[in-house]
């Protein structure tokens, strides 16, 4: 595909944009293109991302073939458009919640694999990573195992939202069979103090889900899209909700709804807007990747269509560096064909 796009103009029926102006979507007319950077050194799917300065951390990994955890640890420096490998994490896991706090980096849950069988584990393992040393320590357990949530800072305070578990009598973190109904998607909410560390429990989210987007804009939480029923997509269905959550008032609302429908997104917050691109989604009838691009600003909860991503994808790394969203490697087709595998290393960015 080439580097270069030609700017793209929006041309739409008289009928459609009065359908679409319902849902308070603006086009960009002339804005610029996304481009190609270094890719990632190893291809791999489900990955997540995380910024520090001029340097964005990836981590996880899923083999798609042997559905065992990587636990890839890398670094990308924006200066020198470079990446560095770095110590794996402790206990490989895909499917982990990841975020930047004051020069660090925070890592909870997540699923493993216990045993030659294609099950996922939910973890309630938590750690701490210190890029200065490139050391890695545990901290407090969360409440209870989880894979596939998402976590928040707000006021100093890491919240850590939805998410999937078992549903076994022997408990949340009880293996779970690949495909199979034997768990919960949650709403649960949990706060860490890293001062402390120490956990408490909070309202949970009015829908439960798993494999969404959050940000934070103006002290608020945004959930937004994701997995609902199952964790695993080939049992699932895809939620367009977006509920806020306030951390003050430990409340949530019901605000809106997204343009498009999907789970395993990834995105950023800049500006006080929340960017959300990729996703995937499987029925009777598709197997497919998202390429769509959409910014929502909660001020005025409206949204924002621009150019989409180059290379349709889920389960990717994402992560804003100053006004560049940066996204790397994941899985350019929907997963679960057998013997079949299609994770990629590209690593493509938008200047906001």
């Given at each position: ?20 102006s ?9 804005p ?28 996880a990994?899923?083999d ?14 924006k ?53 200065e ?14 894979g ?10 890491i ?23 034997t ?5 649960d ?23 969404f ?25 895809v ?5 806020e ?11 809106g ?10 995105g ?29 600003d ?33 899985s ?21």
């Amino acid at each position: 595909m080439p580097k270069d796009f030609s700017r793209r103009r929006f041309l739409i029926t008289a009928s459609a944009l009065g359908a679409m102006s319902s849902m308070n979507l603006s086009f960009s007319q002339t804005p610029p293109n996304w481009e190609f950077l270094p890719p990632l050194p190893e291809a791999s799917g489900e990955l997540v991302g995380a910024t520090i300065g001029n340097t964005m951390y990836v981590m996880a990994g899923l083999d798609d073939i042997e559905f065992s955890p990587k636990g890839l640890s890398y670094k990308y420096d924006k200066a020198t458009k470079a990446w560095t490998k770095l110590q794996n994490m402790p206990l490989p896991a895909h499917h982990i919640a990841l975020v930047p706090l004051n020069g660090k980096l925070y890592v909870f849950g997540g699923f493993n694999k216990p045993n030659p069988e294609k099950e996922w584990k939910p973890l309630d393992n938590a750690w701490e990573y210190t890029p200065e040393t490139d050391i890695w320590k545990a901290i407090a357990p969360l409440p209870k195992a989880r894979g596939a949530a998402q976590a928040v800072v707000a006021g100093g305070k890491i919240y850590l939202i939805g998410g999937a578990r078992s549903n076994s009598k022997n408990g949340p973190g009880t293996p779970i069979p690949r495909g199979s109904n034997t768990h919960i998607v949650i709403g649960d909410v949990d706060e860490y103090d890293p001062a402390t560390n120490k956990w408490r429990s909070r309202t949970p989210m009015p829908t439960p889900r798993n494999h969404f987007i959050a940000g934070e804009v103006g002290g608020k939480i945004y959930a937004i899209n994701g997995r609902i029923g199952a964790v695993f997509v080939i049992a699932s269905d895809v939620t367009d909700v977006i509920e806020e959550y306030d951390p003050v008032s430990d409340t949530w609302l019901l605000v809106g709804r997204a343009p498009t429908s999907r789970s395993d997104v990834g995105g950023g917050v800049y500006n006080g807007k929340i960017y959300i691109t990729g996703g995937e989604y499987q029925d009777t009838k598709r197997k497919m990747t998202f390429w769509a691009f959409e910014a929502y600003d909660p001020a005025t909860k409206t949204w924002q269509i621009l150019p989409h991503i180059m290379v349709a994808r889920h389960g990717f790394a994402a992560a804003m560096m100053g006004n560049e969203l940066h996204i790397v490697g994941g899985s350019f087709q929907s997963d679960g064909m057998p013997g079949a595998a299609s994770p990629i290393p590209s690593h493509e960015y938008y200047k906001l």
